[in-house]
């Protein structure tokens, strides 16, 4: 399933691919965009959203690229998507 509108990682449906459209690095602390631009967190880079803790709390599981990593909600929030531009 690809995303169909602009919505940010934390709401993505699960099993859902979308690409990176923007990321918000002014909410995010110093250490959490450090870590993100680490893993390589970057416009363009393909996600899909694999995984949400119990009861809807953390961590999200996230495909990011060739890496599947797990992220805060909060983290999650500062990054918007958009449809899947892969087939």
Do not use: H
Request: hydrophobic share 45%; charged share 30%; proline share 5%.
């Amino acid at each position: 399933m690809k995303a169909e509108a602009t919505t940010t990682l934390d709401k993505l449906p699960l099993k859902t691919r979308g690409d990176i459209i923007g990321i918000d690095w002014a909410i995010l602390s110093e250490k959490d965009a450090r870590r993100l631009r680490e893993l390589g967190v970057d416009e363009g880079v393909a996600v899909e959203k694999l995984y949400k803790g119990p009861f809807g709390i953390d961590p999200i599981a996230c495909r990011i690229g060739r890496m599947t990593v797990a992220l805060r909600t909060a983290q999650a929030a500062a990054i918007a998507v958009g449809p899947s531009q892969t087939k």
